[in-house]
């Protein structure tokens, strides 16, 4: 019986597990498939989910005897990743029903990730919910925990902000060139030196629109291997003065121990620039670009420190929301548990409907002679009058029912329903739960 | 005389004024619609209230300073809500709907001048010559606006302080557009205005130019606006140095507008329109 079933997840993240335990488990999708096909052969396991991404492994179940099916995913997880029992205990976090849903909501809105609100575990679950139906391990329960996590996990994204400001370096630095030039579409983009963090700057530039990209290098080979990673124009270091006139973000980062650009050379372009705004995000230590350069009219300049107090601005902002989205969590978990409390009362409301269209059966078959003169309209207006006036007389002990769910007196009237209506005896009782009727009667408890 | 239509108006912008102020602090959407259209209904009154003033006076609702005020709020929301509808700057609302809630402020605390109007100002030409001249000040005004915000702006991303206002401040580039677009549209409706103002004065007084104080200071005003448009279309000024010119010539028109009218007298002060 439903009453009797758990929900749990066992697993662990990047915080209860070292990163070479969780390497040997996480893996491509045919892993993921491994896990969800063992899963299905164990008996004590009616659902299950398997998620593996870099930060987390986890398998989310729903048991109807949870201590040996959490026995068996433990050694599941073991024989997955070739690791012995003992060395993957102590990284586990198991849950059970409320606790687990909270966590699943918890990890799909990216509240449990490494860098809170990160975008991207979202879509690994769904891809994980995918395969978890793709394999036929996912039942009632699981489809509506997981069909409710990405409801949550979408009211967190548009009721907080923690999704909002960018949390790296080069985030930020886009972010920014928004804020001073509104679209970058068109936007010339100028990068002095190489490296990894100024190359990464380049390209979120670009895919934010940035129209062309060119490259200035003290050496002119250099300059041209990294503006072919980028499609870009390669330049010689001698003709970045002339650059500046026509770019609107400079990017820095050279290993040059003066300053590259000083303010003079651009005090000196900005009246031919017509006063263009101009953007200078000098990543190098030490720095590139002239601090005073910040002080000129349309001029800005960010250099490594300052983006790297905006994005830790940003981090404790993220923080907050956090707190946010941890109420609108605790409130959709409240509502799950609702309707988890409802799912008790539908197998009596099944085997009450099956019982009562095994009469519509029985008593239109004994009728059939007197009805054979009926014209198909007439017999359908017949069948239509006899099914609404059963559907009536059924509705308020249903409603009734669904009332009572979660209340402790439950059991009382379930019971006192099987009774008066026969439900339990002989096989016109009907209390075959067959999987087509379970599902109606659930879908007939309504949203949420 | 109070007209239930001024109230109703004066009434629905301090509320949308206070929506906005709540919108612009909790940033939710929904209370941005709310206000925006207290702010709509709100000149829809605004509206009716001019139109049964044109009926009664048989002129434009201007000759005193409270009603110049009041004119002069109706068309900056007017100017505003085109605006919106192009830009679609939700922050924008919080600064307009405080400028036309203060000015409805303080032209419902001016007392109501009664009395016949001078045949002088039942004029079609005064009509014009005050539709043109608001519809600029309030594209104008909105510029002003825009230096404001831009300022704010700028500073903090100069500044590196990168908190609330920041992110409840559009794009520098996007205030500066609207600050130019402001004083591109609002400069020729000056320019007419006070074409079509020396055309009435020459109609009605004989007169095309007579060194009226308000003439001057307003001539004053346009050169300056003039200056600003020159350096922005052809020296390229954008940004600080066009914002803070625009804010000083908002001053001066702001001066030339109740200033100039209150002080100086000229046939152009709300004083000698009273003692009609």
Redesign the interface.
């Known amino acids: 019986m439903s009453e009797m079933l758990k929900i749990l997840t066992i697993g662990m993240n990047h915080e209860t597990a070292p990163i070479e335990l969780r390497e040997c488990l996480a893996g491509e999708t045919e892993q993921t498939i491994r896990a969800l096909a063992s899963m299905r052969q164990l008996d004590a396991v009616r659902e299950g989910l398997f998620l593996s991404t870099c930060n987390r492994v986890e398998a989310l179940f729903i048991a109807d005897e949870p201590d040996s099916a959490k026995a068996s995913i433990i050694s599941l997880l073991s024989n997955l990743g070739g690791i012995e029992t003992e060395e993957i205990l102590p990284c586990l976090y198991v849950l059970e029903d409320m606790k687990a849903v909270k966590h699943v909501f918890n990890v799909a809105s990216s509240l449990d990730s490494m860098v809170v609100g990160e975008p991207q575990i979202l879509g690994q679950i769904k891809a994980a919910y995918t395969l978890a139906t793709q394999e036929k391990t996912s039942g009632v329960i699981l489809n509506r925990l997981m069909h409710r996590a990405f409801h949550v996990a979408k009211r967190v994204r548009s009721e907080t902000d923690i999704c909002g400001a960018a949390v790296s370096i080069s985030y930020a630095a886009v972010e920014l060139a928004k804020k001073i030039f509104h679209i970058l579409e068109g936007k010339k983009v100028l990068l002095v030196g190489a490296g990894e963090m100024a190359e990464l700057a380049a390209r979120h530039l670009l895919t934010h629109g940035v129209s062309s990209l060119v490259v200035a290098n003290r050496t002119f080979e250099r300059a041209v291997e990294v503006a072919g990673r980028f499609n870009a124009e390669p330049v010689s270091f001698e003709e970045m003065e002339s650059q500046l006139l026509n770019a609107d973000i400079v990017i820095t980062s050279t290993a040059s121990t003066e300053y590259v650009v000083t303010r003079e050379q651009v005090r000196k372009s900005l009246r031919k620039r017509r006063n263009r705004p101009l953007f200078f995000i000098d990543i190098a230590v030490p720095r590139d670009v002239e601090p005073r350069v910040n002080a000129l009219n349309n001029v800005y300049l960010y250099d490594i420190d300052d983006l790297k107090g905006v994005v830790e601005l940003n981090m404790a902002q993220r923080r907050e929301e956090a707190v946010k989205a941890g109420r609108i969590v605790e409130e959709e978990v409240a509502k799950f548990e609702k309707w988890l409390e409802t799912l008790a009362v539908v197998p009596t409301i099944v085997s009450l409907r099956n019982k009562a269209e095994s009469i519509i059966h029985a008593e239109f078959a004994k009728s059939r002679s007197a009805l054979d003169g009926l014209t198909p309209a007439q017999n359908e207006a017949l069948e239509t009058l006899i099914r609404s006036i059963v559907e009536k007389m059924l509705n308020d002990p249903i409603v009734y029912l669904k009332g009572r769910a979660g209340r402790s007196t439950l059991n009382t009237y379930l019971d006192l329903t099987r009774k008066l209506f026969g439900l339990d005896d002989g096989a016109s009782g009907g209390y075959e739960e067959t999987g087509h009727s379970r599902e109606r009667g659930i879908e007939e408890l309504g949203p949420i | 005389m109070i007209s239930p239509w001024f109230s109703l108006a004066l009434g629905l912008d301090l509320l949308a004024a206070g929506g906005f102020t709540v919108f612009i602090i909790g940033q939710q959407k929904w209370v941005f619609r709310l206000s925006y259209w207290i702010l709509v209904v709100g000149f829809v009154f605004h509206t009716i209230f001019l139109g049964c003033r044109y009926y009664d006076l048989g002129t434009a609702p201007v000759l005193d300073l409270k009603s110049a005020l009041s004119f002069f709020a109706w068309a900056v929301v007017g100017v505003y809500l085109i605006i919106q509808a192009r830009f679609k700057l939700m922050v924008l609302g919080s600064f307009v709907a405080p400028l036309a809630a203060f000015l409805m402020m303080v032209s419902s605390a001016m007392p109501w001048t009664t009395g016949p109007v001078k045949p002088l100002f039942k004029s079609f030409w005064l009509t014009i010559h005050v539709g043109t001249i608001f519809a600029g000040d309030a594209l104008l005004a909105i510029a002003f606006l825009a230096a404001i915000m831009y300022l704010i702006?700028e500073r903090q991303?100069?500044q590196?302080r990168?908190?609330s206002i920041?992110?409840r401040l559009?794009?520098?580039?996007?205030l500066d557009r609207i600050n130019y677009y402001g004083i591109l549209y609002g400069f020729p409706f000056l320019t007419l205005g006070m074409i079509t103002g020396s055309v009435y004065a020459q109609y009605a007084l004989g007169r095309y130019w007579q060194w009226d104080p308000k003439e001057v200071w307003s001539l004053i005003v346009w050169l300056l606006y003039a200056a600003l448009l020159h350096q922005r279309l052809a020296?390229?000024?954008?940004?600080?140095?066009a914002a803070i010119l625009s804010i000083v010539c908002f001053g001066v028109l702001m001066f030339t507008f109740v200033g100039v009218s209150m002080m100086m007298g000229g046939y152009h002060s709300f004083g000698s329109m009273g003692a009609r």
């Open positions: 702006q991303i100069k590196k990168l908190g920041y992110s559009p794009s520098l580039a996007t020296v390229g000024w954008q940004g600080r140095r």
